[in-house]
C-alpha cells in the first residue's frame, strides 16, 4: 500500500533530513516508525502525504506515485499531524462536513461515520461548539475523526496518542486494530515504545535521516523488548 | 524600561525581514526579500513623489504657511484610521499573548510595546509623505536648517497622538465587548458603527459650520486649513514650531505625546488582561445532538470556510468588508436624498449636470466594493493551517476557485444593489440599467481574479499576526493601490468619454475590456495555483 523507495530530503546544503529511506507498509499492517526528535520521521511523513515537496527518491501509495499523481495517492489517504491546527473559527461539525465534502461522501455515510466516531470518543455535545474553544485533545479526536470519515486505505499518523486522554488513546487503538482487520494499512510516528510494540506488526527505526533497522516486531526484537531493541541499535550506530 | 527595549526589539527582530535574510539558506526567500524590499521603496518613493507634488500646488497658490498644518492633519487622518483598523489585531488576541503574560511583562509593558511596534512598522509610510511636504515648505519658505531638523523630530512624534486615540477607541470597543457572550462580533459591530459615524463626521461638522454661518470662512482655504488645525491642537503646536519658531509648541507637543501616551497605556493595561482572557476564551455550549447534514461540492465547502474565517476574524472582516458597508451606506443614502443631492454634496455644488455621472455608476460602486478582495489575502491567511488543504485531493485550482467563489458572493450582491440603487435615483434607462448590472459582477470578478493572483504570487504563511497579511502583505499592497488609482481614473475617463459616446455602447466597450482582463487574471492565478 505505501512504498517509500530511496527517499532523500535535504533541507540546507549538506545537511540531510531524510537519507535514502525505503520502506514497504502492506495492507492490513501497523508499522511504527521510531526514532529520536529530529530523526526525520517528521519529514518523512509531511512528505509521504504529499505536504512537503522532495525530489530523491519514489513514494508510492497504491500504487501511485505521490510526486506524479498526487491526487489519486490523496483520495486513498488520511493524514493526522502531531499539532493538529484546524480551522479554529469553524465548529467541529462544519470541520467534518467540510472534509466530507472534500471526499465527496454521501450525507448518510458521514452521519453514520461521524455519529460512531464522535460517540466513541465522547465528542458528540461539543461538535457544534467553535474549534477554538477545544483543548488540545479535543483538536486532536476531531483530526481523527476527520481522518476516518472517507475510510482510508491508508492512515498515516505523525505521534497520535500526544494528548489523548487514557479513554481515547484506547479507543484510537481499537479503531487502528479494526481498520487493519479491514485491510487498511497503518503508518505512524511514535516515541511511546510501549504502545509500538503492542500495536504494530513491523517497525522501523530512523537515525539522523537514515533507516538503521526495519522489519517485522519479531524479526527485530527476536524476544528483547522493543525499548532493549531500540537502545542497542542506536547504541551500535553511534 | 529595560524591559521595554528588550520586548519591542523582541518583537522587532521576530518579523523582521532583515534577520530572516540575514538567518536564511535559502536562496529563492532571500531573493523573495530583496524584492520586497525593493517594492516598498518604490512605493515610498511613489508617495514621496505624490506629496512632493501636492505640497508644490500648495506653494505655488500661496498656502506655504499651512504646509505644516496640511502635512500633520494629513498625517494625523491616515494614522487614525489605519491604526483603528489594526489596533484589534495587533494590542488584543495576538498569537503570543500567553506566551508573553506569563513573562514577568508588566501589562502596560506588552501592551506599550505593541503599541510602539505598530508605531514603527508604519513610522516609514508617515515619514516619506513629512519629508516631502518639508522638501515642499523649504522650496517656498527658505526655512533655516534647524527648523528643518526640528521639522523632523517633531514628525517622529506627529503619528503618535492620532495613533493613541485610535488605539484608545479600539481598546473601548474591545472593552465593551467583553461583556457579551459573543464578543467577537459585537466587536466587529461595534467598530464598524465606529467608521460610519467617523466617515458623516466630516458631514456633521459641516453642517455645524453651516448653521454658524461660517461657510464664508471655510470657503477661504487657508483659513479652513487653520481652523481644522484649531480643532486639532498638535496641528497647530507644530504648526507654531515650525513657522513661528515657537519652542513652547514644539515643548507642548512632545509633553502632551509622552503624557497621552502614558495616561492611555495606564488606562489599558489595567483591564488588558481581562480583554484578552474574555477575546481568547469562546462559548461552548457542549449541547449539540447529531442531525441530519448536507452534502456539498468541494468548491463550495472552500467557499463556506472562507466565509467561516471572514466572519472569525474582527481585523480580517473589517478591512475586506468595509467597501461592502459603504456600498450599503451609500446606496441607501441614495435612495434617500437621491442621486443628484449626493453629486451636489460630493462635489461641493459644483456646477454641472449629474447625469454625465451615470456611465461612472459601476465604477463608482466598484470603487468601493472592489477596495480590498479577500482573494488578496485568504492564501496567506491558511499560515498553519496549510498542510490541510495540502494534504486532501483537491486539485490546488479548485482551493483557489473555492476562495475566489467566496469573494464573488461577497462582492456581486453588493454591486448589484448599489447599481441598482443608483440607477433607480439617477433614472438611468433599463437597457443601460441592465448593463452597468454585467458591468458591475464582471469588475467584480475582475477583481476576484487579480487579488488571488496577487494573493498566491506573494503568499506568506509564517506570519506572527493576521494583520501582517491582511494589511501590510506585498499581496495586498501589489492589489490595492494600482486598483484604487486605476479605478479613480476609469471614474474621470468614463465621464469624458460618456459626453461624447452612447452610454450603452461605453459600458459595452467596458464590459468587453473588463472580461478580458478578468479572464488574464484568472488564467494567471490558475497558473501560480498550480506552482504552489
Given amino acids: 500500500m505505501l512504498e517509500i523507495k ?93 472534509i466530507a465534502d472534500v471526499f465527496d461522501i454521501s450525507a448518510e455515510e458521514r452521519e453514520e461515520r461521524i455519529k460512531k466516531y464522535a460517540d466513541l470518543f465522547e465528542i458528540t455535545p461539543a461538535l457544534g461548539d467553535q474549534i477554538s474553544s477545544y483543548s488540545h485533545g479535543m483538536k486532536q479526536k476531531v483530526a481523527i475523526i476527520s481522518a476516518l470519515i472517507h475510510n482510508p486505505k491508508l492512515l498515516v499518523l505523525d505521534e497520535p496518542f500526544v494528548g489523548l486522554d487514557p479513554k481515547a488513546t484506547f479507543v484510537l487503538k481499537e479503531i487502528m486494530h479494526e481498520m487493519c482487520d479491514q485491510g487498511t494499512a497503518i503508518f505512524f510516528s511514535t516515541h511511546v515504545l510501549d504502545v509500538a510494540e503492542k500495536l504494530c506488526n513491523k517497525v522501523a527505526i530512523i537515525k539522523q535521516g537514515k533507516i538503521i533497522a526495519s522489519g517485522t516486531m519479531e524479526e527485530l526484537t527476536e524476544g528483547h523488548s522493543l525499548e532493549e531493541t531500540f537502545l542497542e541499535t542506536d547504541n551500535n550506530e553511534k | 524600561m529595560k524591559n521595554n527595549i528588550l520586548l519591542l526589539k523582541t518583537l522587532l527582530l521576530s518579523t523582521s525581514l532583515v534577520n530572516t535574510y540575514k538567518h536564511c539558506d535559502d536562496k529563492k526567500k532571500k531573493r523573495k526579500i530583496v524584492w520586497s524590499f525593493i517594492g516598498m521603496f518604490i512605493i515610498y518613493a511613489m508617495i514621496l513623489g505624490y506629496s512632493l507634488a501636492a505640497t508644490l500646488g500648495y506653494g505655488a497658490i500661496g498656502l506655504t504657511q499651512a504646509i505644516p498644518m496640511i502635512c500633520v492633519l494629513t498625517i494625523s487622518a491616515l494614522a487614525f484610521f489605519f ?49 516631502a511636504m518639508m522638501i515642499g515648505y523649504e522650496i517656498f519658505a527658505f526655512a533655516p536648517v534647524y527648523v528643518l531638523i526640528e521639522w523632523l523630530i517633531l514628525s517622529l512624534l506627529v503619528p503618535i497622538i492620532p495613533m493613541l486615540i485610535a488605539s484608545f477607541f479600539g481598546f473601548l470597543i474591545a472593552r465593551a465587548s467583553v461583556g457579551f457572550k459573543k464578543n467577537n462580533i459585537i466587536q466587529t459591530l461595534f ?132 467597501g461592502e458597508l459603504l456600498a450599503v451606506i451609500l446606496s441607501v443614502v441614495t435612495l434617500i436624498f437621491g442621486f443628484d443631492s449626493i453629486v451636489k454634496v460630493t462635489t461641493q455644488n459644483a456646477p454641472f449636470d449629474s447625469a454625465v455621472l451615470q456611465p461612472a455608476i459601476p465604477f463608482i460602486i466598484y470603487f468601493l466594493v472592489g477596495m480590498m478582495a479577500s482573494t488578496t489575502c485568504s492564501p496567506s491567511l491558511e499560515g498553519k493551517q496549510y498542510w490541510i488543504l495540502q494534504s486532501l485531493p483537491i486539485r490546488k485550482e479548485q482551493i483557489y476557485q473555492g476562495k475566489m467563489l467566496f469573494n464573488m458572493y461577497l462582492t456581486v450582491p453588493f454591486m448589484c444593489l448599489g447599481v441598482l440603487c443608483l440607477c433607480f435615483s439617477a433614472k438611468v434607462p433599463v437597457i443601460n440599467t ?99
Avoid at chain 1, 6 to 16: D, F, L, Q, T, V
Avoid at chain 2, 105 to 110: D, G, L, P, Q
Avoid at chain 2, 282 to 300: F, L, P
Avoid at chain 2, 509 to 521: D, E, G, H, N, Q
Fill in chain 1, 6 to 98: 530511496n527517499y532523500s530530503k535535504s533541507y540546507r546544503e549538506g545537511k540531510k533530513a531524510a537519507d535514502n529511506v525505503s520502506l514497504t507498509v502492506e495492507s492490513g499492517d501497523i508499522f511504527g516508525f521510531i526514532g529520536h526528535n529530529g530523526a526525520g520521521k517528521s519529514t518523512t511523513i509531511r512528505a509521504v502525504v504529499g505536504v512537503l515537496d522532495f525530489t530523491e527518491g519514489e513514494i508510492l501509495i497504491d500504487g501511485h506515485s505521490v510526486k506524479d499523481e498526487p491526487m489519486e495517492c490523496k483520495r486513498v489517504t488520511a493524514y493526522i499531524p502531531d499539532n493538529p491546527d484546524l480551522y479554529e473559527n469553524l465548529t467541529g461539525i462544519q470541520y467534518l462536513n467540510f
Fill in chain 2, 83 to 131: 491604526t483603528f483598523f489594526k489596533t484589534n489585531g495587533y494590542l488584543f488576541n495576538f498569537k503570543e499573548y500567553d506566551m508573553l503574560m506569563s513573562l514577568p511583562f508588566e501589562a502596560k509593558t506588552v501592551a506599550g510595546c505593541k503599541f510602539l511596534y505598530m508605531y514603527i512598522k508604519s513610522l516609514p509610510w508617515y515619514l516619506s509623505i513629512t519629508i
Fill in chain 2, 191 to 322: 467598530t464598524f458603527m465606529f467608521i460610519i459615524f467617523c466617515f458623516s463626521f466630516r458631514y456633521i461638522l459641516e453642517a455645524m459650520f453651516r448653521n454658524g454661518n461660517v461657510e464664508e470662512t471655510l470657503e477661504a482655504s487657508y483659513e479652513a486649513i487653520e481652523n481644522a488645525a484649531n480643532t486639532y491642537l498638535p496641528a497647530k503646536w507644530f504648526a507654531g514650531a515650525i513657522v513661528d519658531g515657537s519652542i513652547s509648541d514644539a515643548l507642548l507637543l512632545v509633553g502632551v505625546t509622552v503624557l497621552l501616551f502614558s495616561v492611555v497605556f495606564h488606562i489599558v493595561g489595567r483591564s488588558y488582561r481581562q480583554i484578552n482572557s474574555a477575546l481568547k476564551s469562546h462559548s461552548a455550549s457542549k449541547s449539540y445532538k447529531m442531525t441530519s447534514q448536507k452534502k456539498h461540492s468541494v468548491v463550495t465547502a472552500i467557499a463556506y470556510k472562507e466565509f467561516k474565517r471572514m466572519t472569525g476574524s474582527t481585523t480580517y472582516i473589517t478591512n475586506v468588508a468595509i
Fill in chain 2, 434 to 532: 441592465v448593463l452597468y448590472l454585467i458591468l458591475g459582477s464582471v469588475l467584480c470578478a475582475f477583481s476576484t481574479a487579480w487579488g488571488c493572483a496577487c494573493g498566491i504570487k506573494h503568499m506568506r504563511l509564517d506570519w506572527e499576526n493576521e494583520v501582517e497579511v491582511i494589511k501590510q502583505g506585498p499581496a495586498v499592497a501589489l492589489y490595492m493601490l494600482p486598483n484604487m488609482f486605476v479605478v479613480m481614473g476609469l471614474v474621470v475617463g468614463v465621464v469624458f468619454l460618456g459626453m461624447r459616446i452612447n452610454h450603452a455602447l461605453l459600458a459595452l466597450i467596458f464590459i468587453a475590456i473588463a472580461s478580458l482582463l478578468t479572464a488574464v487574471s484568472y488564467m494567471r492565478a490558475m497558473a501560480l495555483a498550480k506552482k504552489t
